[in-house]
T-cell receptor, first 113, second 111 residues
Framework: SQELEQSPQSLIVQEGKNLTINCTSS?????LYWYKQKYGEGLIFLMM?????EEKSHEKITAKLDEKKQQSSLHITASQPSHAGIYLC?????????????FGTGTRLKVLA | KAGVTQTPRYLIKTRGQQVTLSCSPI?????VSWYQQTPGQGLQFLFE???????NKGNFPGRFSGRQFSNSRSEMNVSTLELGDSALYLC??????????FGPGTRLTVL
């Protein structure tokens, strides 16, 4: 079965610093999603990547899916306290596209003011 | 549009009891998925319903069941609760199954 591994598990950065979170899949990704979660709350959709080499940005967050479609990175530029939370990558693990989702273990981000 | 709503937000039950959680999707969304999130196992897929039919199922015991009504609202039931069922249960809705919109979750504590 497909698995998603995220690194690092946790991250503490000073406000204004850049950071990168990685998500590696054991199989080819057909759709990769990034979400942000505040502790104990629901997930907020950030972006979706489908094509190898695709890159998307939203405000100061950029996500890329590598050419081989087995790894994605999420980069935050000039981090702010509002970026703090848990970042999760998710993917549809069913080759037939019947939407059986799996998620990575999450990366807990803390931004120090 | 109103977002995904889940009720109740918090629930405390004892071992052996059963519980029913409710999820109202975004208007027009036909797919509803349920997830269990725990510190140890992370976010795990329970099942997905589309137009009242279970379309996909994760690896959970039969004590976990669900259903979807004609208005796309969904319920999840857990029977014979165990301590390990304590978790945040999240519901997500989607028009077709791709981009998912999550509710705030129901925090279940089993004593």
């Amino acid at each position: 079965s497909q698995e998603l591994e995220q690194s690092p598990q946790s991250l503490i950065v000073q406000e204004g610093k850049n950071l990168t979170i990685n998500c590696t899949s054991s199989k080819t990704l057909y759709g990769l999603y990034w979400y942000k979660q505040k502790y104990g709350e629901g997930l907020i959709f950030l972006m979706m990547l489908q094509k190898g080499g695709e890159e998307k940005s939203h405000e100061k967050i950029t996500a890329k899916l590598d050419e081989k479609k087995q790894q994605s990175s999420l980069h935050i530029t000039a981090s702010q306290p509002s970026h703090a939370g848990i970042y999760l990558c998710g993917a549809d693990s069913s080759a037939s596209g019947t939407y059986k989702y799996i998620f990575g273990t999450g990366t807990r981000l803390k931004v120090l003011a | 549009k109103a977002g995904v709503t889940q009720t109740p937000r918090y629930l405390i039950k004892t071992r052996g009891q059963q519980v029913t959680l409710s999820c109202s999707p975004i208007s027009g969304h036909r797919s509803v998925s349920w997830y269990q999130q725990t510190p140890g196992q992370g976010l795990q897929f329970l099942f997905e319903y589309f137009s009242e039919t279970q379309r996909n199922k994760g690896n959970f015991p039969g004590r976990f069941s669900g259903r979807q009504f004609s208005n796309s609202r969904s319920e999840m039931n857990v029977s014979t609760l165990e301590l390990g069922d304590s978790a945040l249960y999240l519901c997500a809705s989607s028009p077709w199954g791709y981009e998912q919109f999550f509710g705030p979750g129901t925090r279940l504590t089993v004593l």
